[in-house]
C-alpha cells in the first residue's frame, strides 16, 4: 500500500441548491456533482476511487483467485456454432490473451452441419470481417454497434464506439477487396439496414437527449453530406429502430414509445420509395411485424394485454386477422417467420417457450424441455428458406447449450455447450423454485441454485438479484462467475419482482407508475421468504441489482436496511426524481410512460418522491454498500450515485459506503472481456467479504 493512500473516505463540499415543483421545494446540496466538466467534480470521484481502492486493498489476494477462477473455467480460445446466411457460415471466434472477438466466415457449399473446430481454432478457408482486438488498439473502450452485411454478402457496414457514450462512427468494407470504404459517419445509433441490391444503407441518429430519432439513406460512394432523412419522429415520446426483414424483402421501421408502435416499410428492391404506414398509431396499442410470404404476421396488444398473433396483406394492410388469439397468461413476447414455418416466443408460468406454427395451418406446437427452470429463445437465424432452426438454451445449472431443430421432425440436434473446464458437474448442484407472498397477496417467484450439501438451517450467505423495471424479465441462466459464490457455500437467488415481465403483461403493469412500489416490496418479501425457508439469515443476505436494479436496491436500503447485509448498486438509477424532472437529459421524455411525468403531475411527483433513494435518505444504520457507476453512461448518469454516497455519508456517517467510478466507460461498464471478468472478481470478493467468506 503506498503512502498517499487515503486513511479518511472523501470529503465533499456542499452547495445548497434549490428546486421547486408544485410548490415544493427542495435543497440538494450536492447537484453540483452534475457538472461534468468540473475539475472538482473529477477530484472527487477519482478520490473516491482512491478511497474505494484502500478500503478493499485486503481483498487483493481474495480478487486474484476469483479472476483466475472465472479465466480458468472459460475456454478462452473459442468459436461459435456457425450460422449460415446465403453462400457463406458466419461465426465469431474468440483467442485466448486478447479482449474482443473477432468476426469471421468461411465459404458454405451443400452441407447442412455447421463445420466447427474442437479447439476453437480457425476454420479452414477462414475469412476474417472485423477483428475487434486491431480496432481496439491504443483505446480505453470499444464497442461494436452494428455488424451487418449485404444480403450478397459483398459489403460490410460495422460501427465503433471509443468512449461508452454509445455514439457510433459508421463504415463500410467491402468484403471482396477487404478495403474499408471512405464512407464515413459520425454519431449514429445502434441498427442499420441495406437495400436488396447493397448499394444503400439505412442507419439512426439521435437527438440532443440520446433519442433515436431519424433514420438516414446513404448511397455507398457518396459523401455523407448527401444523405437523405427517411424518416424523423417529432414526438419525443418515441425512438425509431430499423431493420431488414429476414425475407429480405422489406426494410422495416420500427417507431415505438413505451406503450404505443407504428410500424413503416419500405420495399428493399425500392429503396428511395416513401415509408408505407402499416397502421397508424394508436395510443396505447403496441404492435410489430414480420414479413411473411404474402402477408405481414402482427404481434398486437389491441384488446390482447398478453398479446395476440394476426395477419395483415402486404399489398393492402388494413384488416388484422387472428392467428393465435389472446390467451391471459401466455405473454406472447416476439414472432419469427421463415419460409414454411412461423415460431412465436412465449413465456407462460413464469417460463419461457417456443410455439410453431407450419405455413398454412392453425395447428401448433410448443417445444418441451426438461428442466423445471429454464431460458430458451430464438438464436440468430439470418436464413429465411429452411426447415431449421437455431435456439439457445440454459439453466441455472445447465451451461449455455446451442441447438438446431428441425421444425418438421421436431428432432433437436445439441450443436455446442459451452465449455466450463476445470470438471464442472452439473449434477453437484441444485436448482429450485420458491415463492413468495407479498404484501398484496400477490405470489412473487423466485429462482434459486446451490451447490447440492449448502445447508438449510439459515446459516448459509445468500445473493439475491433483482431487476423489476420496462417488462425486462431476468430469466433463469448460468453463469461461470457464479460458480465462486457457489462453491464458497453462497447460494444465489433471483427475485422476480413485478415490473418485469417474468409473469407476462400484467405483472410488469402492476410494477410501474403508480405502482412501482411494489417492486420494491416484492423484492424485501422475497428476502424474508428466504429467510422463512431457511435458506440464510438477515446477516448474511445481500442484494444486487444494475440500472433499474440499481434503482431497486436503494429503495429497499431505505425501506428495509435490517433486512440485508450488503446491497451492490452498479449503475443505479437512483436520483430519478431529480432526472425525469429534467426533459433535457439523455432519455428523460421517453421515460415519462414508464414513470410518470412528474413535471404535469403532481401525483407522480409526490409518489416518487417518496420511493426515490436519494430524497429518502435516513439516519439510520444502513447496510455495507458498494456503488459501480461509470463517467461516460449516458443512460444512469455517474453523478446519480455519487450524490447518494455523498448524502449517505453526510447523513448516516456510520455506515461503510464505497463509490467506484469507471472512468473511461459507459452504462455497460468495461468492454474488454478481461477487464469485465476484473470488475466481476472485484465484485464478487467485496461480497464475500460483506458475509464473511474472505
Given at each position: 500500500?503506498?503512502?498517499?493512500?487515503?486513511?479518511?473516505?472523501?470529503?465533499?463540499?456542499?452547495?445548497?441548491?434549490?428546486?421547486?415543483?408544485?410548490?415544493?421545494?427542495?435543497?440538494?446540496?450536492?447537484?453540483?456533482?452534475?457538472?461534468?466538466?468540473?475539475?472538482?467534480?473529477?477530484?472527487?470521484?477519482?478520490?473516491?476511487?482512491?478511497?474505494?481502492?484502500?478500503?478493499?486493498?485486503?481483498?487483493?489476494?481474495?480478487?486474484?483467485?476469483?479472476?483466475?477462477?472465472?479465466?480458468?473455467?472459460?475456454?478462452?480460445?473459442?468459436?461459435?456454432?456457425?450460422?449460415?446466411?446465403?453462400?457463406?457460415?458466419?461465426?465469431?471466434?474468440?483467442?485466448?490473451?486478447?479482449?474482443?472477438?473477432?468476426?469471421?466466415?468461411?465459404?458454405?457449399?451443400?452441407?447442412?452441419?455447421?463445420?466447427?473446430?474442437?479447439?476453437?481454432?480457425?476454420?479452414?478457408?477462414?475469412?476474417?470481417?472485423?477483428?475487434?482486438?486491431?480496432?481496439?488498439?491504443?483505446?480505453?473502450?470499444?464497442?461494436?454497434?452494428?455488424?451487418?452485411?449485404?444480403?450478397?454478402?459483398?459489403?460490410?457496414?460495422?460501427?465503433?464506439?471509443?468512449?461508452?457514450?454509445?455514439?457510433?462512427?459508421?463504415?463500410?468494407?467491402?468484403?471482396?477487396?477487404?478495403?474499408?470504404?471512405?464512407?464515413?459517419?459520425?454519431?449514429?445509433?445502434?441498427?442499420?439496414?441495406?437495400?436488396?441490391?447493397?448499394?444503400?444503407?439505412?442507419?439512426?441518429?439521435?437527438?440532443?437527449?440520446?433519442?433515436?430519432?431519424?433514420?438516414?439513406?446513404?448511397?455507398?460512394?457518396?459523401?455523407?453530406?448527401?444523405?437523405?432523412?427517411?424518416?424523423?419522429?417529432?414526438?419525443?415520446?418515441?425512438?425509431?429502430?430499423?431493420?431488414?426483414?429476414?425475407?429480405?424483402?422489406?426494410?422495416?421501421?420500427?417507431?415505438?414509445?413505451?406503450?404505443?408502435?407504428?410500424?413503416?416499410?419500405?420495399?428493399?428492391?425500392?429503396?428511395?420509395?416513401?415509408?408505407?404506414?402499416?397502421?397508424?398509431?394508436?395510443?396505447?396499442?403496441?404492435?410489430?411485424?414480420?414479413?411473411?410470404?404474402?402477408?405481414?404476421?402482427?404481434?398486437?396488444?389491441?384488446?390482447?394485454?398478453?398479446?395476440?398473433?394476426?395477419?395483415?396483406?402486404?399489398?393492402?394492410?388494413?384488416?388484422?386477422?387472428?392467428?393465435?388469439?389472446?390467451?391471459?397468461?401466455?405473454?406472447?413476447?416476439?414472432?419469427?417467420?421463415?419460409?414454411?414455418?412461423?415460431?412465436?416466443?412465449?413465456?407462460?408460468?413464469?417460463?419461457?417457450?417456443?410455439?410453431?406454427?407450419?405455413?398454412?395451418?392453425?395447428?401448433?406446437?410448443?417445444?418441451?424441455?426438461?428442466?423445471?427452470?429454464?431460458?430458451?429463445?430464438?438464436?440468430?437465424?439470418?436464413?429465411?428458406?429452411?426447415?431449421?432452426?437455431?435456439?439457445?438454451?440454459?439453466?441455472?445449472?445447465?451451461?449455455?447449450?446451442?441447438?438446431?431443430?428441425?421444425?418438421?421432425?421436431?428432432?433437436?440436434?445439441?450443436?455446442?455447450?459451452?465449455?466450463?473446464?476445470?470438471?464442472?458437474?452439473?449434477?453437484?448442484?441444485?436448482?429450485?423454485?420458491?415463492?413468495?407472498?407479498?404484501?398484496?397477496?400477490?405470489?412473487?417467484?423466485?429462482?434459486?441454485?446451490?451447490?447440492?450439501?449448502?445447508?438449510?438451517?439459515?446459516?448459509?450467505?445468500?445473493?439475491?438479484?433483482?431487476?423489476?423495471?420496462?417488462?425486462?424479465?431476468?430469466?433463469?441462466?448460468?453463469?461461470?462467475?457464479?460458480?465462486?459464490?457457489?462453491?464458497?457455500?453462497?447460494?444465489?437467488?433471483?427475485?422476480?419482482?413485478?415490473?418485469?415481465?417474468?409473469?407476462?403483461?400484467?405483472?410488469?403493469?402492476?410494477?410501474?407508475?403508480?405502482?412501482?412500489?411494489?417492486?420494491?416490496?416484492?423484492?424485501?418479501?422475497?428476502?424474508?421468504?428466504?429467510?422463512?425457508?431457511?435458506?440464510?439469515?438477515?446477516?448474511?443476505?445481500?442484494?444486487?441489482?444494475?440500472?433499474?436494479?440499481?434503482?431497486?436496491?436503494?429503495?429497499?436500503?431505505?425501506?428495509?436496511?435490517?433486512?440485508?447485509?450488503?446491497?451492490?448498486?452498479?449503475?443505479?438509477?437512483?436520483?430519478?426524481?431529480?432526472?425525469?424532472?429534467?426533459?433535457?437529459?439523455?432519455?428523460?421524455?421517453?421515460e415519462w410512460e414508464e414513470w410518470g411525468n412528474p413535471l404535469e403531475n403532481a401525483d407522480i411527483y409526490s409518489y416518487?418522491?417518496?420511493?426515490?433513494?436519494?430524497?429518502?435518505?435516513?439516519?439510520?444504520?444502513?447496510?455495507?454498500?458498494?456503488?459501480?457507476?461509470?463517467?461516460?453512461?449516458?443512460?444512469?448518469?455517474?453523478?446519480?450515485?455519487?450524490?447518494?454516497?455523498?448524502?449517505?455519508?453526510?447523513?448516516?456517517?456510520?455506515?461503510?459506503?464505497?463509490?467506484?467510478?469507471?472512468?473511461?466507460?459507459?452504462?455497460?461498464?468495461?468492454?474488454?472481456?478481461?477487464?469485465?471478468?476484473?470488475?466481476?472478481?472485484?465484485?464478487?470478493?467485496?461480497?464475500?467479504?460483506?458475509?464473511?467468506?474472505?
Amino acid at each position: 500500500m503506498t503512502t498517499d493512500m487515503p486513511t479518511t473516505p472523501p470529503a465533499v463540499r456542499q452547495v445548497p441548491t434549490e428546486r421547486t415543483f408544485h410548490g415544493d421545494t427542495v435543497t440538494d446540496e450536492f447537484a453540483w456533482l452534475a457538472e461534468k466538466e468540473n475539475p472538482d467534480t473529477i477530484a472527487y470521484l477519482e478520490a473516491e476511487n482512491a478511497w474505494t481502492q484502500r478500503a478493499t486493498a485486503h481483498l487483493g489476494g481474495l480478487r486474484s483467485t476469483i479472476f483466475e477462477e472465472i479465466k480458468n473455467r472459460t475456454q478462452e480460445t473459442d468459436l461459435s456454432v456457425p450460422q449460415r446466411k446465403g453462400n457463406y457460415w458466419y461465426y465469431t471466434r474468440t483467442v485466448e490473451g486478447k479482449q474482443y472477438g473477432i468476426q469471421c466466415r468461411v465459404a458454405a457449399g451443400a452441407e447442412v452441419d455447421p463445420p466447427a473446430t474442437g479447439d476453437g481454432a480457425p476454420l479452414p478457408g477462414e475469412e476474417v470481417l472485423l477483428d475487434g482486438n486491431a480496432l481496439a488498439e491504443g483505446k480505453k473502450f470499444f464497442a461494436l454497434g452494428t455488424f451487418d452485411v449485404t444480403p450478397d454478402g459483398g459489403r460490410l457496414a460495422y460501427s465503433v464506439d471509443f468512449d461508452g457514450d454509445e455514439r457510433f462512427v459508421l463504415k463500410v468494407k467491402d468484403l471482396r477487396t477487404g478495403e474499408t470504404l471512405p464512407d464515413e459517419v459520425p454519431d449514429t445509433s445502434y441498427g442499420t439496414a441495406w437495400s436488396a441490391d447493397g448499394s444503400t444503407l439505412f442507419y439512426i441518429t439521435v437527438d440532443d437527449a440520446w433519442r433515436p430519432h431519424r433514420v438516414w439513406r446513404h448511397v455507398v460512394g457518396r459523401p455523407a453530406a448527401e444523405d437523405v432523412v427517411v424518416y424523423e419522429e417529432p414526438d419525443e415520446r418515441f425512438w425509431v429502430g430499423v431493420e431488414l426483414s429476414r425475407s429480405e424483402k422489406f426494410i422495416i421501421i420500427d417507431i415505438h414509445s413505451k406503450i404505443t408502435s407504428e410500424v413503416r416499410v419500405i420495399a428493399a428492391d425500392r429503396p428511395t420509395a416513401e415509408p408505407a404506414v402499416i397502421r397508424d398509431r394508436v395510443q396505447g396499442v403496441e404492435y410489430s411485424i414480420e414479413h411473411h410470404g404474402h402477408r405481414f404476421l402482427v404481434l398486437h396488444n389491441e384488446n390482447a394485454e398478453d398479446f395476440a398473433l394476426a395477419y395483415t396483406s402486404v399489398d393492402n394492410p388494413g384488416v388484422w386477422v387472428e392467428l393465435i388469439p389472446h390467451t391471459p397468461g401466455v405473454r406472447l413476447e416476439a414472432v419469427d417467420a421463415f419460409q414454411r414455418h412461423v415460431v412465436v416466443s412465449l413465456r407462460r408460468d413464469g417460463l419461457t417457450g417456443l410455439r410453431v406454427i407450419a405455413d398454412g395451418s392453425t395447428d401448433f406446437y410448443d417445444m418441451a424441455f426438461p428442466e423445471p427452470l429454464y431460458s430458451v429463445g430464438l438464436s440468430g437465424n439470418p436464413a429465411y428458406d429452411t426447415n431449421i432452426v437455431r435456439i439457445a438454451y440454459t439453466s441455472m445449472v445447465t451451461p449455455d447449450s446451442v441447438y438446431d431443430v428441425d421444425l418438421i421432425s421436431r428432432a433437436m440436434v445439441l450443436r455446442k455447450r459451452k465449455p466450463v473446464l476445470g470438471g464442472y458437474d452439473p449434477d453437484a448442484y441444485e436448482q429450485f423454485r420458491e415463492w413468495a407472498i407479498a404484501d398484496d397477496g400477490t405470489k412473487i417467484p423466485i429462482s434459486v441454485v446451490a451447490r447440492k450439501g449448502t445447508p438449510r438451517n439459515g446459516t448459509a450467505p445468500l445473493l439475491l438479484y433483482g431487476y423489476g423495471s420496462y417488462e425486462i424479465s431476468m430469466d433463469p441462466y448460468f453463469s461461470i462467475a457464479r460458480l465462486s459464490l457457489l462453491d464458497r457455500g453462497m447460494v444465489y437467488a433471483i427475485a422476480h419482482v413485478r415490473g418485469g415481465g417474468e409473469m407476462g403483461r400484467r405483472w410488469y403493469e402492476d410494477g410501474k407508475m403508480l405502482s412501482k412500489k411494489n417492486t420494491f416490496t416484492d423484492f424485501i418479501a422475497c428476502a424474508r421468504a428466504l429467510v422463512r425457508a431457511s435458506w440464510t439469515n438477515p446477516e448474511r443476505i445481500v442484494g444486487r441489482g444494475g440500472s433499474a436494479g440499481g434503482l431497486l436496491m436503494g429503495a429497499v436500503a431505505n425501506l428495509a436496511p435490517e433486512a440485508f447485509a450488503g446491497i451492490v448498486a452498479q449503475v443505479p438509477f437512483v436520483d430519478p426524481l431529480t432526472s425525469i424532472l429534467d426533459p433535457s437529459l439523455p432519455l428523460t421524455v421517453t421515460e415519462w410512460e414508464e414513470w410518470g411525468n412528474p413535471l404535469e403531475n403532481a401525483d407522480i411527483y409526490s409518489y416518487m418522491k417518496a420511493y426515490s433513494p436519494y430524497e429518502n435518505v435516513a439516519k439510520v444504520k444502513y447496510p455495507a454498500i458498494l456503488a459501480v457507476t461509470s463517467l461516460n453512461d449516458t443512460r444512469v448518469l455517474y453523478h446519480e450515485p455519487a450524490k447518494w454516497i455523498a448524502r449517505l455519508r453526510a447523513t448516516a456517517p456510520d455506515g461503510a459506503y464505497l463509490l467506484k467510478t469507471e472512468m473511461g466507460a459507459g452504462h455497460g461498464g468495461p468492454s474488454g472481456r478481461y477487464d469485465s471478468w476484473k470488475e466481476e472478481a472485484f465484485v464478487t470478493s467485496w461480497i464475500l467479504d460483506t458475509v464473511g467468506l474472505s
